[in-house]
T-cell receptor
Framework: DAKTTQPTSMDCAEGRAANLPCNHS???????VYWYRQIHSQGPQYIIH???NNETNEMASLIITEDRKSSTLILPHATLRDTAVYYC????????????FGTGTRLLVSP | DAGITQSPRHKVTETGTPVTLRCHQT?????MYWYRQDPGHGLRLIHY???????DKGEVSDGYSVSRSKTEDFLLTLESATSSQTSVYFC????????????FGPGTRLTVL
């Protein structure tokens, strides 16, 4: 699985959009980009995933660059409850479903 | 939320004692996983199961064993607990198929004195 690079921490004001970047320059053609988050003391929570097209669900949007070497998770209207560690993971979707979590980005949403 | 429970939620034990953690799911998912989470290491896979009685090792399996006799239960056993196994343990489940989302349990905080 390709390696990902994320900023260690980010801040965001409540109500504003939070844009979390992820670099995955060695991504392969059959690897997906997944995002999970972990709110303090809880288990990780799936957010969204994509291959090459931009994706949106009720939680967030995922923007993947055309060359697929980077992506951005967008929380359109961050709330205090979005304060968490966000993990960007790159992996193939077939076969054994292992996830490799790095250290992620700690997002702090402030009033 | 996916139906995953872990027991116990907290446990304190002494070095050398055996410990068993239980993960129970009500989703009938095929895959089950045990991870541990330590500061500075993120989540690391200990063992996983791809069906009843079908298990395999993850990246940090030394000192741990697992068993899955029913679809809904996945047990993690520390045969002889050591202080280095003090950690938060998470169970996860996933269905077969291309989406491969994993759903995580609430975690078990284990302290080995």
């Amino acid at each position: 699985d390709a390696k990902t690079t994320q900023p260690t921490s980010m801040d965001c004001a409540e109500g504003r959009a939070a844009n979390l970047p992820c670099n995955h320059s060695t991504i392969s053609g059959n690897e997906y980009v997944y995002w999970y988050r972990q709110i303090h003391s809880q288990g990780p929570q799936y957010i969204i995933h994509g291959l090459k097209n931009n994706e949106t669900n009720e939680m967030a949007s995922l923007i993947i660059t055309e060359d697929r070497k980077s992506s951005t998770l967008i929380l359109p209207h961050a709330t205090l409850r979005d304060t968490a560690v966000y993990y960007c993971i790159v992996r193939v979707a077939e076969g054994f479903q292992k996830l490799v979590f790095g250290t992620g980005t700690r997002l702090l949403v402030s009033p | 939320d996916a139906g995953i429970t872990q027991s116990p939620r907290h446990k304190v034990t002494e070095t050398g004692t055996p410990v068993t953690l239980r993960c129970h799911q009500t989703e009938n998912h095929r895959y089950m996983y045990w991870y541990r989470q330590d500061p500075g290491h993120g989540l690391r896979l200990i063992h996983y199961s791809y069906g009843v009685k079908d298990t395999d090792k993850g990246e940090v399996s030394d000192g741990y064993s697992v068993s899955r006799s029913k679809t809904e239960d996945f047990l993690l056993t520390l045969e002889s607990a050591t202080s280095s196994q003090t950690s938060v343990y998470f169970c996860a489940i996933s269905e077969s198929g291309p989406l491969n989302e994993q759903f995580f349990g609430p975690g078990t905080r284990l302290t080995v004195l």
